[in-house]
């Protein structure tokens, strides 16, 4: 779903298909926002697949309560992938040309360690599993976000594809599909988007719906939440809710007509779209939900003015609201206030400690603090991860490159048992020492804990039956 003045174009025009404007932005492979958006509206167009299959087997599962625990998610996204050595992971022992140039600092929990430039983050570690021994094999930012964003590796692993309709479903659009929002809220809505946007017009899968069709991506909105003007339903306030009624009229003589020409699937799709429009722009609850100026002026700081800190804000509110996956992407900021996002090819050490690691430490310290004050971390998942991790040798320019043999996430609430540290790296925090975790693992225990059966079954745009992942959660995490 798309947002602003075009919302409003679509209800009126009964085009399904939008391009936003703003600035280009330079990554590894390069495109822009406006042609993330367009190629998103574009290329996810298979059609709508049959429902679920077959559950799965209630008897494998051990006993307990953590199935389903998790009413909602929070999926902070960390767009470029940090450092794992200089943030979650440090080795003070290892040579110069690997250990970098920070400390490691004592947290909350004995004998676990982070970065000396998490101080709030390090206080909280009792409230998170910290997992330090992910890997998989994708170096290519493209197939990595697949498969860090859907537990299921690209069908081409050693590409780089662009967004296809043959795409394995992100976590979003899988709750899109399965577990509808009980509001006039999507249930998923990704925030400070695109945030794979790169100038060259490659548009980077694993962030849409893939084979299950377009109509199940999450709702997009690109806005930046801490300008001062920070609305994504303006017409919600400022268009009377009449004038959206005729149009709704007009809309439905029109699609008579069209009916008699095109009755594919692609038709009702877009119909079904413009309802889901007019239902969001005709509810007062829905620009409430986006209204972070409701929130004191004093948490709006302790997350931080920047768009993580004030996407992880409006996360904790739209799921309170009843959404039910927010992914909180690692925004640019175009005005320079804040640092790129974490592909620190150069000058790792000054953007991870003057500007990407003080913004995480507010954002992510403070999500926690207000979720679980407010009694909603119990049954709120928060996941935090990037694509992959970083090269252990510091490379000429002060930077370190892709690494995806070993890094770092984080698990917190709905049952996570906090404090806890799962894995462990080798020396130079190259590759897992004990205790690998693959990316289906980790979608297993996003999906188990969301109440959705590991194997759960979509055709794909073949006919062919696709399990949704393959793979066991981590249940010492939380059994």
Known sequence: MILREQLIATVAKGDSVFAFGGPAAQLCQGVTRRAWLRTGGVSSLGLMLPDLLRADNVASRPRGTSFGRARSCIFCFLFGAPAHQDVWDLKPAAAPEVRGPFDPIATSVAGTQVSEHLPR?????????????????????????????????????????????????????????????????????????????IPSGHIFPGFFAGYLGKRYDPMFVQDDPTLPGFDPLPVARSLPRERLYEREMLLGQLDQIRRRYDLNRTLRDAERFQQRAISLLSAPEAAQAFDLHREKAALRQRYGMTPFGQGCLLARRLVEAGTRLVTVNWARDYQARVADHWDSHADNFVKHKEQLMPAFDLGYSALLEDLRQRGLLDETLVVVLGEFGRT????????????????????????????????????????????????????ATIYHLLGIPRATRFEDLSGQPQQLINAAPLWPLFS
């Open 121 to 197: 983050t390090a206080q909280m570690a009792d409230q998170f599993a910290l997992i330090r021994s992910v890997t998989h094999l994708d170096s290519t930012h493209t197939v990595a976000m697949h498969y860090m964003q859907t537990g299921v590796r690209h069908r081409r692993p050693q590409t780089n594809p662009t967004n296809l309709p043959d795409d394995t479903p992100c976590f979003g659009a899988v709750m899109n599909r399965l577990r509808p929002s009980d509001t006039v809220l999507p249930a998923a809505i990704s925030l400070n988007a695109p945030g794979n946007e």
């Open 392 to 443: 252990p040798r510091i490379n000429a320019k002060a930077g370190r490159d892709h690494w995806p043999g070993c890094f770092s996430i984080q698990l917190a609430g709905a049952g996570i048992h906090g404090g806890q540290l799962y894995g462990a790296s080798d020396s130079i925090a190259a590759y897992p020492a004990r205790d690998p975790v693959t990316p289906e693992q980790v979608a």
